[in-house]
């Protein structure tokens, strides 16, 4: 029997996932709607998104490196936060400076670039950290990462109440006028500065340094001290890492990871936020509409721990890439409305049945000392090669079918049906999953 996840551990890595997602829920949703606002073309939409998978590029080499062989992960963490909150600041100012000039785009894709380097590789280090930590990785780990999801809510409905306080605050004191603590929060907040539409940098900013200041409080996850794989690479942990290319199964997942990342994933992002602002929905609130995705993680990790024991990963797996071809078939018809929200409300079985499903798969295949590595192979293979390559493709197809909104998620919804039938006949998923390393937590050096 798998060991009780105690509740000073618990809170801690719930903790860390808030901010960590919180951090790109305040701005990702938002991005195309701002991006339009400034007059950027799709084409630099698509460049500027791409970039951001140069994260991705050094995470496998150099980020996983670290963490598995030289420092302790939340170290790692700690400083990439607090880099990626300076760029998100100097972020802010270049986009205020492009939206009056358009004239210093080339700098923008350079600031993007940075942060990319920096919060981009932490995301599979968060998985690496939790992974070594928690006693039952496959029954636990929905129970944390759950307030990931949390986290992307609160950042979208902050910035939207924040964009859109006037609106509120009217609607406040309309319906509810016996809400005395409202009055409170209304004088404090106009003390501070009129919203600005690139609020939504500073607002991941600022969650990025109280992230990087909570890495203190951490469980203290050090490199393994002596490398415990068979595999090829010594102490390289990412070269190790490359050496379970030689498993079948493995290689054909990842390939199919990263047609995913190209042909399916990336639209979602791009072309949704206009999709909902041509069905009528307020630019500002398009953030909060599409939070109906993310209530729908909620049910979604909490029964992943029940579905793997009863139907096991690969039939899992394969119910993530058929909630994709399903998702885009509905924003493919665009009406009615309610049919548009469904396919919102699918992104729990899209994101928590492809991406934590794969996420455990690794972390049962890898010995301790290089799962960090393992984690941010994945990522490489996915956003950093997939994902600008994917968002490139849906920047030609935006312009494409900008005439035709059923073409444009059509083509998506078949590359998803073509995977799920090749993964379905060609991938082996274990049975069962691996039993982990011992993880109780390690005694923090003085």
């Not at 490359?242 to 997942?253: A, E, I, P, Q, V």
């Not at 018809?333 to 699918?346: D, K, S």
Request: hydrophobic share 55%.
């Amino acid at each position: 029997m798998a060991s009780r996840l105690k509740w000073n551990l618990r809170w801690r890595l719930s903790v860390l996932w808030l901010l960590e997602w919180g951090i790109t829920g305040a701005v990702i949703t938002y991005l195309p709607i701002y991006w339009e606002s400034i007059r950027l073309s799709k084409q630099q939409q698509s460049e500027l998104s791409a970039v951001m998978a140069v994260g991705l590029w050094i995470a496998p080499f150099v980020v996983g490196q670290v963490a598995d062989r030289w420092l302790a992960i939340e170290k790692v963490l700690a400083i990439s936060h607090f880099v990626g909150g300076i760029s998100l600041y100097a972020l802010a100012m270049g986009m205020d400076l492009y939206s009056e000039t358009a004239a210093n785009f080339q700098s923008l894709l350079w600031m993007v670039g940075i942060f990319a380097v920096a919060y981009i590789p932490t995301v599979p280090l968060v998985s690496a950290l939790c992974f070594r930590h928690l006693p039952d990785p496959e029954g636990q780990f929905g129970k944390v990462r759950v307030w990931g999801t949390v986290g992307w809510m609160i950042g979208g409905l902050s910035l939207s109440f924040w964009l859109e306080r006037d609106d509120v605050f009217k609607w406040i004191r309309e319906h509810h006028p016996e809400w005395t603590i409202v009055q409170p929060i209304r004088d404090f907040l106009w003390m501070l500065p009129r919203p600005a539409d690139s609020d939504c940098f500073r607002m991941s900013a600022i969650l990025s340094f109280a992230l990087s200041s909570f890495c203190v409080f951490l469980p203290h996850t050090p490199p393994a001290k002596t490398p415990h794989s068979k595999t090829t690479g010594g102490q390289f942990a990412p070269l190790a890492v490359m050496g379970m290319f030689r498993d079948k199964t493995f290689s054909l997942f990842i390939g199919i990871s990263c047609l995913l990342a190209v042909l399916v994933v990336p639209l979602y992002n791009l072309a949704v936020p206009p999709l909902l602002s041509e069905l009528g929905v307020k630019g500002n609130w398009v953030p909060t509409v599409m939070l109906i995705g993310q209530v729908s993680e909620f049910p979604a990790l909490l029964l992943l721990s029940f579905m793997l024991r009863h139907w096991g990963l690969k039939a899992i797996f394969a119910m993530g890439i058929a909630a994709w071809a399903l998702r885009y078939g509905f924003f493919a018809i665009g009406a009615p409305w309610t049919l548009v929200m469904t396919g919102l409300a699918l992104h729990g079985v899209c994101h928590v049945f492809l991406i934590i499903v794969a996420q455990l798969y690794l972390d049962s295949q890898c010995s301790k000392d290089l799962r960090a590595s393992a984690q941010n192979l994945l990522s490489f293979v996915t956003l950093g090669i997939g994902f600008p390559l994917g968002t490139l493709l849906g920047g030609v197809l935006r312009e494409t079918f900008k005439a035709s909104p059923a073409k444009l998620f059509a083509a998506p919804a078949v590359a998803a049906i073509v995977l799920l039938v090749v993964f379905w006949t060609t991938v082996n998923f274990p049975a069962e999953m691996r039993a982990s390393d011992e993880t109780a937590e390690l005694p923090r050096q003085p």
